[in-house]
């Protein structure tokens, strides 16, 4: 079997690393979603259909003051790193709206990403669904000390509607429980729900490995030019090889 050039073996390499990376890449953040750091305020991303989402991590659970449902599940990715996924659901009378979702204080230490599916019942929690829904986050935004985030819902959720099924996607490995705020409307009423019941990340968070943007195409670059050396170097005549 004939051996394979040093060349070669080198342009293998650099595809090995360069994918790799990538892969790593893809489990944060969560494809499609939107970064978002402290202080800023992003259109969450649309996650494709079809995107690996990863494992589901035990608990999911609901909260169920009147009126509200309030979904909260998590996917650890291969990585180790979690995404926390959410849904709202207004259960209250005709007229009332849900406006606004934000956190507990507990994502400062960790790097963030955000954004919503349309099909949300495809999330794998299969001890407590999700549903499609219908209402997006139009906007996020995250305090200047990052710790606190908050979801923005365009006109609303409606009364008997449902939020997209809605993600925050962190590179911590470990959750605890926390207290999350929702905020709405009934006619000119305010509609305050202070304390529900969900989860967020805690614990020590993975360095995030990201591959600059330009990083791909100066790779694909080199192992271009490698591949043109290497073909030339095939090419040419004994004689000229010995020089190369």
């Given amino acids: 079997m004939k051996k394979l050039s040093r060349p070669i073996l080198t342009?293998?390499?650099?595809?090995?690393?360069f994918f790799a990376a990538q892969?790593?890449?893809?489990?944060?953040?969560?494809?499609?979603?939107?970064?978002?750091?402290?202080?800023?305020?992003?259109?969450?991303?649309?996650?494709?259909?079809?995107s690996p989402l990863g494992t589901a991590v035990p608990p999911t659970t609901i909260a169920s003051?009147?009126?509200?449902?309030?979904?909260?599940?998590?996917?650890?990715?291969?990585?180790?790193?979690?995404?926390?996924?959410?849904?709202?659901?207004?259960?209250?009378s005709a007229g009332s709206?849900?406006?606004?979702?934000?956190?507990g204080a507990a994502?400062?230490?960790?790097?963030?990403?955000?954004?919503?599916?349309l099909n949300g019942s495809s999330v794998p929690f299969v001890a407590l669904p999700f549903l499609d829904g219908t209402a997006p986050p139009v906007t996020a935004d995250r305090d200047?000390?990052?710790s606190i985030i908050g979801f923005?819902?365009?006109?609303?959720?409606?009364?008997?509607?449902?939020?997209?099924?809605?993600?925050?996607?962190?590179?911590?490995?470990?959750?605890?429980?926390?207290?999350?705020?929702?905020?709405?409307?009934?006619?000119?009423?305010?509609?305050?729900?202070p304390n529900l019941p969900s989860l967020a990340p805690s614990g020590p968070a993975v360095p995030v490995a990201t591959v600059p943007e330009q990083g791909g195409s100066v790779l694909l670059l080199t192992l271009g030019v490698a591949g043109l050396w290497v073909t030339r170097r095939i090419a040419a005549p004994p004689a000229l090889r010995q020089l190369t």
């Fill in 65 to 92: 003051p009147p009126g509200v449902s309030f979904r909260t599940g998590m996917v650890r990715q291969a990585s180790g790193t979690l995404d926390f996924y959410f849904q709202l659901t207004n259960n209250l």
């Fill in 144 to 146: 200047v000390s990052g």
């Fill in 11 to 17: 342009i293998i390499a650099l595809c090995a690393v």
């Fill in 107 to 117: 994502f400062a230490p960790y790097a963030t990403s955000v954004g919503f599916l």
């Fill in 97 to 103: 709206v849900f406006t606004r979702l934000s956190t």
């Fill in 152 to 193: 923005n819902f365009g006109p609303g959720i409606l009364s008997g509607t449902s939020s997209r099924v809605f993600v925050i996607s962190t590179n911590a490995t470990t959750f605890t429980g926390s207290a999350f705020t929702l905020e709405g409307r009934s006619g000119t009423s305010t509609i305050l729900f």
């Fill in 23 to 50: 892969a790593f890449a893809q489990n944060y953040p969560l494809t499609g979603t939107t970064s978002l750091s402290p202080g800023q305020t992003v259109i969450p991303g649309l996650v494709p259909p079809g």
